[in-house]
């Protein structure tokens, strides 16, 4: 009788299995499960998943005491049958690999409870392809800086297209994460969004970056196949890069220097034979921007102290004049005595204008384009008294507007203001004082500022604070209607007058070893890192002072300053000589003038420190780069590393440089001042910019660099 009730059983479940697929009874006691059933598909296996649903009420039941499972053929025909004992449901069961949509049947008996009763369970399905999941990133940067971290847009797609999956997303670098990692559902053949904000890449080298899909449920296709999970591609890591959205100068006056008018006059008494030699080596300088003095007194005995000589030192100054001309640079006539001049300007500045139509109508001299008048005219004596005042000031620039006009050149010559020095803040005589007047009395007159910046060998923290403080007061402190053009006339670096015992001669030494500063590659660093910060805050123009030996007045040996030494050397070409030269024959004049980033706070023009309610931040020495854009392709990238401006000698040290935004596949040209420590200039080789428009180079940490496009020998 039990057999007969047993089987009688038996036939009954086999009934509800044809006639239900999804749970059958072992009596009439209602079900308490549900089965359903899954298989993903892999390259070489199927993985079948079990799930085991409980009713409410009922306890989970964990196994399955026997599970079967049959696999059919494309036709529907059986392709084969598998039995197993105690399957943990949550594990999923391994199969030969059931192809893409094939049929999968599967029966499960559960046993549950006390007393134990039995369900058997059935489910079907097919078989569907793992997620393939692939990384694309979006238009990814081809460059970055060190100190801009970068966004990167990516998607994530599920190529298969049977199942989504949940996965992170990372980017890998060269040794580890670039980014954290982001996670994200991807539907069946669809496709996801991925941002990965703030990716800092710290490290100036050409890295290879990698899109990389981890961590993915279900598991893709072929995990052990990283050809579609891994999208790699090269940033180029720059430490410096052009902007040339950051436009700091339109119409580049130019650098150049201070001609002395008596070069050929007797106070002077050069060696006329060695003259041409001279002038050989100004013209090879190609300088832009020149000032020439003209003295009321040396050139027209207005004191009436010059009955013998004022021919001869007038010739003189019309020779330089003529000399800077045929070099094609811009001439500032500066008219530097106001003595006479300024208690009867219409007479003095009527017969200027007159020498101002003579050279430029007369002689042909149409390079000279601006004239100044007084030499720092807000100088005050030892009293403490100007030598000028204000309105003596603006009475002389109006007869020469008058003057001017009257000989039809005004338009051709302008007139530019200032020439100042910084004098002490919130005083009469201050800078700004004068500019405050300037700008309220003679803005309508003017076409241009300009001011002189001196420093100490030891303080270059003291150009920085002149070129800041000026740059904030013409760029930001001046109404905008008077913001003009504005040039630094004079500049340069200064020694001791007094050391060891050698004559005295006006800031002319390098105390620790009294050799003269002029000598010394350390004044001509100073020199170019001057124009070059000069240029990054934006000035129209520069002029050392001074381009070559000579007398300017009886005040003899007052100064020592030059870049060519006197004739009993030879016109010896000190260090600064080529240093110039290096920047003047890859730029020109007219061309435009780019910013290279980066750009932080303590690079910013700022009022000067100390000033009442005046922030202040000293530029960290780093290196200092310009960019020069020309027509036709022409572009120059000037640069050094302030970590070397208080080196005398080199210390065997160099500054890697990596500089981004330049034109692809380009070739440039290195040359370097000073690479050998000797003051002079050399072809370091080319470099080829690559598809990323990136340049990477070492330069000695006392030396200054050119990277252009300009033919050099």
């Known amino acids: 009788m039990k057999l007969q009730r047993l089987l009688a059983a038996a036939a009954i479940a086999c009934a509800a299995v044809v006639a239900s697929p999804g749970t059958v009874r072992a009596d009439d006691t209602p079900a308490c499960y549900t089965l359903a059933a899954g298989a993903l598909t892999g390259p070489a ?5 079990l799930d085991v649903t409980a009713a409410p009420g009922c306890a989970a039941a964990p196994v399955a005491k026997h599970v079967q499972i049959k696999t059919y053929t494309a036709a529907g025909k059986l392709a084969g049958v598998r039995n197993l004992d105690d399957v943990a449901v949550t594990q999923a069961i391994a199969l030969a690999r059931v192809d893409r949509g094939l049929h999968i049947d599967v029966q499960a008996q559960v046993q549950t409870g006390d007393p134990a009763r039995t369900e058997v369970l059935r489910a079907e399905t097919t078989s569907k392809l793992r997620p393939d999941l ?20 990516a998607e994530v797609s599920e190529l298969n297209g049977d199942v989504g999956a949940t996965a992170t997303v990372a980017l890998g670098g060269p040794v580890g994460p670039l980014a954290d990692p982001v996670t994200v559902t991807v539907p069946a053949h669809g496709t996801v969004p991925v941002t990965f904000s703030n990716v800092a890449l710290t490290d100036p080298v050409r890295i290879e970056v990698r899109g990389l ?67 050989a080596k100004v013209a090879a300088l190609h300088l832009q921007l020149v000032r020439i003095f003209f003295n009321e007194n040396w050139e027209w005995n207005a004191d009436g102290t010059h009955n013998a000589d004022w021919p001869t030192n007038l010739a003189s100054f019309k020779d330089v004049v003529k000399l800077a001309n045929d070099d094609g640079a811009t001439i500032v006539i500066a008219y ?33 384009r601006w004239a100044t008048l007084g030499n720092e005219p807000n100088t005050v004596n030892t009293a403490g008294q100007p030598t000028l005042t204000l309105p003596q000031y603006e009475a002389l620039y109006r ?39 300037m700008v309220q009395h003679m803005n309508d007159v003017l076409d241009a500022w300009s001011e ?8 270059p923290t003291r150009m920085e604070e002149r070129l800041k403080d000026v740059a904030y007061l013409t760029q930001q402190e001046l109404p905008p209607a008077a913001r003009k053009p504005t040039f630094l006339m004079e500049f340069g670096v200064r020694g001791v007058s007094t050391c060891g015992g050698k004559p005295t001669l006006k800031n002319a030494y390098y105390p620790p070893t009294c050799e003269d500063l002029r000598r010394m590659p350390l004044a001509a660093f100073h020199k170019l890192a001057f124009l070059i910060d000069s240029a990054q805050l934006g000035f129209d123009g520069a002029s050392v002072w001074d381009i070559y030996w000579s007398t300017y007045d009886r005040t003899l040996n007052n100064q020592s300053f030059w870049m060519i030494g006197p004739p009993d050397e030879g016109w010896a070409l000190y260090p600064s000589y080529y240093a110039m030269q290096l920047l003047l024959s890859t730029t020109a004049k007219g061309w435009e003038v780019d910013r290279v980033q980066p750009w932080t706070a303590d690079d910013q023009a700022e009022p000067i420190a100390g000033q009442e309610n005046a922030t202040w931040a000293w530029d960290t020495p780093e290196q200092e780069l310009t960019s020069y854009i020309g027509p036709s392709g022409l572009m120059t990238i000037a640069g050094l590393d302030t970590n070397g401006r208080n ?38 080789g ?18 200054a660099f050119v990277l252009t496009t300009v033919p050099m020998s």
């Not at 296996?45 to 998943?49: E, K, M």
């Not at 005398?648 to 690479?675: C, H, K, M």
């Open 686 to 703: 080319t470099i080829n910019t690559g598809a990323a428009g990136v340049a990477r180079f070492s330069v000695p940490l006392t030396a």
């Open 399 to 437: 007869a020469l507007d008058a003057g001017l006009r009257a000989q039809g050149v005004r338009g051709h010559v302008g007139l530019m203001g200032g020439d100042l020095v910084q004098n002490t803040e919130d005083t009469p005589n201050s800078h700004r004082a004068w500019f405050d007047y």
């Open 213 to 279: 899909v981890q961590d993915a449920a279900p598991a893709e296709y072929d995990a052990a196949n990283d050809t579609n999970d891994l999208q790699a591609f090269a940033i180029e890591v720059t430490k410096n890069a052009v902007d040339p959205a950051t436009l700091l100068v339109a119409n580049l006056a130019g650098y150049g220097g201070q001609l002395n008018a008596h070069l050929e006059a007797p106070i002077t008494q050069p060696p006329a034979t060695n003259l041409p030699d001279l002038k």
């Open 452 to 459: 002189h910046i001196y420093w100490q060998y030891d303080q």
């Open 134 to 153: 692939v990384v694309k990133v979006l238009d990814p940067p081809l460059q970055a800086l060190t100190t801009q971290p970068v966004t990167i847009h």
């Open 45 to 49: 296996a199927t993985d079948l998943s």
């Open 336 to 368: 530097q005595a106001i003595t006479r001049s300024k208690t009867n300007p219409t007479l003095y500045m009527n017969r200027f204008a007159d020498l101002l139509h003579e050279l430029v109508v007369v002689d042909g001299y149409t390079n000279i």
């Open 647 to 684: 080196l005398v000698s080199a210390n065997g040290q160099s500054s890697d440089y990596s500089i981004g935004g330049l034109p692809p596949n380009t070739t440039f040209r290195l040359a370097e001042w000073n690479a050998n420590g000797d003051g002079t200039n050399s072809i370091a």
